[in-house]
């Protein structure tokens, strides 16, 4: 019988050593898992906070939009992830009162949906045109213009920055606190899903981040509370599941998919 979720994720850590030691468990070659206490900022089976790494080399990463399909219908993270085969997803960043278009710039696939940039300061792009340049990277838009991103990648997502490259915490202490889903870099160009349950201002969030293992170079804010949700399914784990499972409907996220083989090969 396969073991999932929370029991199957403490059997993990326990059998290969890592609880109190090295954090990451590989789920498959550029996959990788890990959960902490936020609050000890360490390694924990328990923990509220959960981070999937994702090798962008490896793996796919994808944005998933209502307004591009032919049924122009909000899911769910379940509703989105089976639809579309994905291996994990989180929030692709936060939407208008109209529950349709994102706040700030997005381009999917060459293909702009939400036309208007805003102040926020964090591009995600992926798919460049160029394989020259890194196939995932966060740019600070006070550091590289989006017009030139947006000439370089065929995926862009501009979110809230929370830590600018290299490392360096954005935001002032604040008693406004909630929980949160995040898209990080680590030094490697890894994409990191983080989702936490425990809610923290954002700037003890972005503490409690560069304290952890997670060699971040850089984060942006996706989604914060109720709405904030992260979902993964694997073999090795099982499935992870957000407070108010399986929660709101959303108008775009950010997913994980098995990158296509190619044929012919060897």
């Not at 002032?172 to 923290?200: F, P």
């Not at 957000?242 to 990158?259: A, S, W």
Request: proline share 5%.
């Amino acid at each position: 019988m396969r073991v999932g979720g929370l029991a199957g994720m403490v059997l993990m850590l326990a059998a290969t050593g890592v609880v109190g030691a090295e954090p990451w468990t590989e789920l498959e070659p550029g996959l990788d898992l890990a959960r902490f206490d936020s609050e000890m900022r360490s390694s924990s089976a328990y923990g509220d906070l959960v981070v999937l790494r994702v090798d962008p080399r490896v793996w796919d990463l994808e944005i998933v939009a209502a307004s591009l399909l032919e049924d122009d219908r909000n899911r769910d993270i379940r509703e989105w992830s089976e639809d579309f085969d994905l291996i994990a997803a989180i929030n692709a960043g936060m939407y208008q009162a109209d529950k349709e278009t994102h706040v700030g710039f997005c381009m999917v696939d060459g293909e702009v949906i939400s036309w208007y940039p805003n102040k926020y300061r964090s591009a995600a792009a992926f798919d460049p045109v160029d394989d020259d340049d890194p196939p995932f990277r966060i740019f600070d838009l006070d550091e590289v213009s989006l017009e030139e991103i947006k000439k370089r990648y065929h995926n862009v997502v501009q979110n809230l920055r929370l830590i600018k490259r290299s490392g360096k915490n954005r935001w002032e202490q604040s008693k406004d606190r909630w929980r949160e889903a995040a898209l990080g870099e680590d030094s490697q160009g890894r994409a990191l899903l983080i989702s936490c349950r425990k809610s923290w201002s954002m700037h003890d969030f972005n503490d409690i981040l560069l304290a952890l293992p997670l060699d971040l170079e850089c984060a942006q804010h996706l989604e914060g509370s109720g709405t904030a949700r992260f979902w993964l399914r694997h073999p090795v784990f099982g499935e992870w599941k957000e407070p108010g499972y399986p929660g709101p409907d959303l108008p775009i996220i950010l997913g994980v998919t098995r990158r296509p083989a190619v044929s012919g090969a060897d």
